[in-house]
């Protein structure tokens, strides 16, 4: 894909994430109440769903998704794929922890659930998922020969972002649109970045 192509599809999840923080900001209750109506279909959808889901959530964000992020990277510096390692890592490491952290504070958004401690807006499970699990789908292209092995992991990966994304609104902890901005925030890391990872290829000497 050319640096043309990956800019303007990164600019379009830009513009969803700030067309999603512009109504936040204007009318903040309209927004709600849509949310509302979606997240009382998925948890009627969804009756049985909560136990799996709870644990589900655990690789969407917090030490556990740190520790994976870290083994994969180390994984990949092991098979001298240093160009996918730095980008996996620095990537899925300043999105979780830093990005994340200055919008919530930004927007100061409330959660669903009151009782539980944070801010709402971007869902940081949904921008941590689509960073890492989005960025392996990528990655798996490069590294993995076989078509059919490569296609199925793909497609988990794809799933688990989808699954973490959903879990957040069932156990309601985010809302619809907290998810979506998470979504499109790191889609659009990804694309503006792709281009930086295929350049880091070239200087490694790796395969492309």
Same mark, same amino acid.
């Given at each position: ?5 990956? %800019? ?16 936040f900001l204007t009318?903040? &209750?309209? $927004?709600? %109440?849509? !949310? ?21 959530d ?8 740190k520790w ?8 990949? $510096? ?11 890592f620095?990537? *899925?490491? @300043? ?6 952290s200055?919008?919530? %504070? ?13 801010? *709402? =807006?971007?869902s ?16 798996? =292209?490069?590294?993995?020969? %076989? &078509? ?5 992991? &793909?497609?988990?990966?794809?799933? $688990? ?5 959903? *879990?957040?609104?069932? $156990?309601?902890l985010h809302?619809?649109s !907290? ?14 970045t792709?281009?930086? @990872?295929k350049?880091? &290829? ?7």
């Amino acid at each position: 894909m050319s640096t043309t192509k990956t %800019n303007t599809l990164g600019a379009i999840f830009l513009g969803i994430f700030i067309f999603l923080a512009i109504l936040f900001l204007t009318i903040p &209750q309209a $927004l709600t %109440n849509f !949310d509302v109506a979606i997240m009382h279909h998925v948890r009627g959808a969804y009756p049985f769903g909560k136990h799996f889901l709870k644990h589900l959530d655990k690789i969407g964000n917090g030490h556990l998704y740190k520790w994976i992020v870290f083994v994969v990277a180390i994984l990949l $510096l092991a098979i001298k794929r240093y160009a996918e390692a730095i980008w996996v890592f620095v990537s *899925s490491m @300043f999105m979780s922890v830093v990005a994340v952290s200055v919008l919530k %504070n930004y927007f100061q958004r409330p959660r669903p659930k009151i009782h539980h401690k944070g801010f *709402s =807006f971007p869902s940081g499970h949904a921008t941590s998922s689509m960073i890492f699990y989005g960025i392996l789908a990528i990655i798996v =292209f490069y590294v993995i020969k %076989n &078509q059919i092995a490569r296609f199925t992991i &793909q497609v988990i990966l794809i799933a $688990l972002i989808a699954v973490i994304g959903l *879990s957040r609104i069932y $156990l309601g902890l985010h809302y619809p649109s !907290d998810i979506l901005a998470g979504y499109s925030l790191s889609l659009a890391w990804i694309l503006f970045t792709f281009p930086l @990872f295929k350049k880091l &290829q070239t200087v490694f000497h790796e395969p492309i």
